[in-house]
């Protein structure tokens, strides 16, 4: 996310936030398309109205103009975890993680996010977003086979 460019989220010709992106994965050198929901294409487009440039990152130093790095995005993200007194330490990789927890307690399938991830395996995807054994007891406790 630290190297998206303007270009990549927003389209100069029509002036307008683009419904989705298209990323490298620098691991696997393959392609992956994302869709952008309302919520996020709301944000851009506020964000969008000052500080669209072409050839210019998404998040960038002021200063310089070049992208943030890793370790200036967490101390940014630690920063805003204090100011809203979160009871747990927040990293970069916490909001990834965050982001597959709550999808699957949503209702998505492992094996979905198990492709978003890029997981080898669904063992993998399962300790990745901590599903424990209350989660699986929780599951034949609740089901209702019979009306």
């Keep these: 996310m630290l190297k ?5 989220v927003y389209d100069f010709e029509r002036d307008n936030v683009r419904s989705s ?18 919520k996020v294409v709301n944000a851009l487009k506020l964000f969008a109205h000052n500080a669209a440039k ?12 070049k992208a ?5 995005a967490y101390r940014l993200i630690v920063a805003a975890s204090k100011a809203l007194e979160f009871q747990h330490r927040v990293s970069c990789h ?12 949503d209702g998505v399938s492992p094996a979905i996010l198990m492709e978003i991830y890029n997981h080898s395996s669904l063992a ?5 977003l901590g599903i424990s054994q209350d989660d699986i007891d929780a ?8 009306a």
């Design 54 to 65: 072409q050839g210019r990152f998404l998040i960038e130093n002021s200063t310089t103009q």
């Design 124 to 128: 993998v995807t399962r300790l990745y």
């Design 68 to 72: 943030i790095s890793r370790i200036q």
């Design 21 to 38: 992106i298209t990323l490298i994965e620098q691991k696997t050198g393959k392609s992956k398309s994302i869709a952008l929901n309302v």
């Design 139 to 146: 599951v034949y406790l609740n089901i209702k086979l019979i």
């Design 94 to 105: 916490s909001l990834r993680k965050t982001f597959g927890y709550h999808a699957w307690k």
């Design 4 to 8: 998206l460019t303007w270009d990549d």
